[in-house]
């Protein structure tokens, strides 16, 4: 089982869409979560970062945590197709290891 | 305030060279971490440093090593190089644990 487990995609969606991008994660112990986004051939750019369950949202952006769950999702309200990217959930695993652990990606096609 | 700053951009070496990576964080974040992304295995964490020390170390070969300085700029090492080392490299910087990454726009290294 892999530590952090994202749908490779793609997901399409139609422009003004709701797209709804999950992740799953396998250490009980983790305390902060993370959404990046990638563009082809560009380095990750940071989203949300979320520390508690609930929602927080920031914008077109929701993200969701569920601790007991062991899921995080990210809600991308009226999608546009700039928004078409790979969207990576990243987890600390709060066992002071210092490291975050990345999804492999949910890669999102937004549909003019 | 400027942003992760690595250097060289892209590089081309032949397999048993080494090379050398550089990572400038932002100024203020005293943890610089390393990932290697590949197509086929997505973000994988090589180490992080904080106070010009090693807290971890990811599942990579002792070919793959690096170093922090007092200023909190980074250098990674790869010696002996394979076809598989082939990557984009991504330095990222932050204020500690629990916060989240900021990613430099990477090195693209290509071995022939």
């Known amino acids: 089982q892999k530590e952090v487990e994202q749908n490779s995609g793609p997901l399409s969606v139609p422009e003004g869409a709701i797209a709804s991008l999950n992740c799953t994660y396998s250490d009980r112990g983790s305390q902060s979560f993370f959404w990046y986004r990638q563009y082809s051939g560009k380095s990750p750019e940071l989203i949300m970062s979320i520390y508690s369950n609930g929602d927080k949202e920031d914008g077109r952006f929701t993200a969701q945590l569920n601790k007991a769950s062991q899921y995080v999702s990210l809600l991308i309200r009226d999608s546009q197709p700039s928004d078409s990217a790979t969207y990576l959930c990243a987890v600390n695993k709060g066992d002071s290891s210092y490291k975050l652990i990345f999804g492999s990606g949910t890669r999102l096609l937004v549909r003019p | ?112």
């Open chain 2, 1 to 112: 305030k400027a942003g992760v700053t690595q250097t060289p951009r892209y590089l081309i070496k032949t397999r048993g060279q080494q090379v050398t990576l550089s990572c400038s964080p932002i100024s203020g974040h005293r943890s610089v971490s390393w990932y290697q992304q590949t197509p086929g295995q997505g973000l994988q964490f090589l180490f992080e440093y904080f106070s010009e020390t090693q807290r971890n170390k990811g599942n990579f070969p002792g070919r793959f090593s690096g170093r922090q300085f007092s200023n909190s700029r980074s250098e990674m090492n790869v010696s002996t190089l394979e076809l598989g080392d082939s990557a984009l490299y991504l330095c990222a910087s932050s204020l500690g644990e629990n916060s989240p990454l900021h990613f430099g726009n990477g090195t693209r290294l290509t071995v022939t």
